[in-house]
């Protein structure tokens, strides 16, 4: 008979965490639980769908000049007000808004800065496809001075923290602290996340990849050659067959990737040259490197790990190569051989 495991919850987690191996403290663990309530929130909200109007667009554009779904919207409204006034954050950064959000005045100021992608996989929304969120968390590096764009900008070796949730058949929030990743699922009758898997490994060796292959026209030589190579299968120089697989939502992805291994790629491409790929730094490529990272994965730009790229913009974009070591290694090699000087 199957028998759910429940018995670590969150909380006791990221007590355990606190008081036994002191990797975290009261004030980061309230903002963790924090986070995990306002994805419980926006969970319910996605469950609802069509029933509550949260389906469609917003109407509006957001600074990367991409529309918004109204459940952009939403999401970034309740991760803003759980975390506006628990005293644990200095400001917030979200890829809906412009610049950083400074908690008001009226209540105290933390010591940390949270980063998040509200709502990821938007194209994904209305037709009821796995979304999710994505956060990461730095200490604010100047203790009392007013939040300001400069303090946000650490490579993502600095977080203290990372996770995302993903809104799928089930709700998961997959968290590390600098202990390994950790998966929790939540019980959606009882509001409670409990461990599921602890110490998530991505394999070294995979035969799945993961990429938007109708760019392929602008992509780089090094991709080009390493995807071919995939494509000819076991009669190429490869020798064996690779399968594909492309949600669309980086959580769904990327998840797949810490749970059974294969590689993520949305790498630079020529379709314009002030975006050096689609995704965002830090708030999708950031936590991401770090979580794959812990589970024992790489994240690189193709030139060097993600986490050691120095932020000039809150907003700016990054290419991504993250999952099994040995197909990241060999795509960062076949980067080296090109002869390409970019970072
Ligand atoms: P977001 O919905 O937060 O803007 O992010 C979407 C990202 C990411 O989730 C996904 O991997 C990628 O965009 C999908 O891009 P394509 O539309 O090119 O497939
Ligand atoms: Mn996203
Ligand atoms: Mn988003």
Redo the contacts with the bound molecule.
Sequence with gaps: MFTPSRSVSLTQYLIETQRGRQLISAELRLLLEVVARACKRISYAVGKGALTGILGEAGNTNVQG?AQKKLDVIANEVLLEANAWGGHLAAMAS?EMDGPYPIPDRYPRGEFLLLF?P?????NIDVNVSIGTIFSVLRMPEAGAVPRIEHFLQPGRAQLAAGYAVYGPSTLLVLTVGAGAACFTLDRETGSWWLTQDRMTVPRSTREFAI?ASNARHWEPPVRRYIDELLAGASGPRGADFNMR?V???VA?VHRVLTRGGIFM?PRDARDALRPG??RLMYEANPMGLLVEQAGGAASTGMGSILEVQPASLHQRVPVILGSTEEVERLEAYHRESGQQLT
Excluded at 119 to 123: I, K, R
């Design positions: 991409e890829e992608d709502l990821d996989g938007s194209s938007n492309w669309a939502s980086m992805d949305y689609r995704l």
